[in-house]
């Protein structure tokens, strides 16, 4: 379950979503090594959203990045990949809030960093990681893993892939981070409700199928089958699924996250500050007197005294006067 703890890091700004997934001719050294391999999944995705976040073309700051692996597809075939969620913006060595370079200057804009440039980053930290740990001996390798010319087929025809980096819709207030972190953060490969029939020899069961616009249809498996794909995404004891870096990490939070706070209401003051003069300049030229220059004796500078609550009517009697 979703702790007061993990919500109270999160910041008042909008959060994006993003997915980084592994090639499917990986899952063979998954299968053999999933605590190295899924490793190095969340290093190779922090890695590149860090390297962009810290890039002054991008955002010039320290961002935070809250990552939950997923590793099954809807028909539990081994799947991979670890969803991101970062907000709009981080905090840099003055202690300032920074927007990310392309969106507006209230932060509101829907992009955050170019996904073929973290397609890139992504693929080849992967790749140059993975290949020292081939050659370094830290794997267990499959009988029948290539060597040789065919092993560097085998890499020539990862890099030439086109790695998978998915960036959804901006979640649209911190409500939903909450909601999809507390739904998504411990899920398990299957739930009860999609399993649709057992029988002494089979197990049938409804999942999406994405190619065909995600319609619901049904899937019936033998027994050993189901039971084979299950057991893929159990993961190695004491495996952590949810991890968290940057200003959230366990290194920094207690620091980062109050400065990040006082930074955003630093920022927002003078967001409505600017706003503020903006609309009374404007005035100003439209009417030819300061906004809050009295009408009439053309000298006095009007303040506000009170507010009426818009839920009912305005009182009979005057107000009373302030010294």
Excluded at 80 to 90: F, K, S, T
Excluded at 297 to 319: D, F, N, V, W, Y
């Amino acid at each position: 379950m979703f702790s007061i703890e993990q919500e109270e890091l999160l910041l008042p700004v909008a959060y994006y979503h993003m997915v980084f997934t592994l090639p499917h001719e990986l899952n063979v050294l998954c299968i053999s090594n999933p605590k190295i391999m899924y490793g190095l999944l969340f290093e190779a995705a922090w890695h590149t959203l860090n390297t962009l976040a810290r890039d002054d073309k991008w955002l010039g700051a320290k961002t935070a990045v809250t990552m939950v692996l997923h590793t099954w597809s809807q028909s539990l075939q081994l799947h991979p990949h670890v969803h991101c969620i970062v907000p709009n913006g981080g905090l840099d060595k003055a202690g300032n809030w920074q927007y990310p370079r392309k969106s507006g200057a209230d932060g509101q804009g829907r992009f955050l960093f170019p996904v073929a440039a973290m397609k890139k980053l992504y693929r080849g930290y992967f790749m140059a990681q993975l290949k020292a740990k081939i050659e370094a001996g830290e794997l267990d390798l499959p009988a029948d893993f290539p060597s040789g010319k065919a092993y560097k087929s085998w890499k020539n025809t990862l890099y030439e892939k086109d790695w998978v980096v998915y960036t959804k819709q901006p979640f649209s207030g911190v409500k939903k981070v909450v909601d999809y972190l507390a739904r998504y953060s411990h899920r398990v490969a299957i739930t009860n409700h999609r399993i649709k029939n057992i029988s002494d020899t089979e197990v049938t069961f409804e999942y999406k199928d994405y190619k065909d616009g995600a319609k619901k249809k049904q899937m019936t498996l033998k027994g050993e089958e189901f039971l084979r794909r299950f057991c893929l995404h159990i993961l190695p004891k004491g495996f952590r699924k949810v991890r968290k870096y940057g200003l959230v990490s366990n290194a920094s939070k207690k620091t980062d996250i109050p400065k990040a706070r006082k930074a955003l209401g630093m920022r927002l003051q003078a967001e409505l500050s600017n706003s503020k003069e903006r609309k009374a300049k404007a005035l100003a030229r439209l009417f030819g007197n300061e906004v809050n220059q009295c009408p009439y004796c053309k000298s006095g500078k009007m303040q506000t005294i009170g507010i009426l609550p818009p839920e009912r009517a305005p009182p009979m009697k005057p107000m009373p006067s302030q010294a």
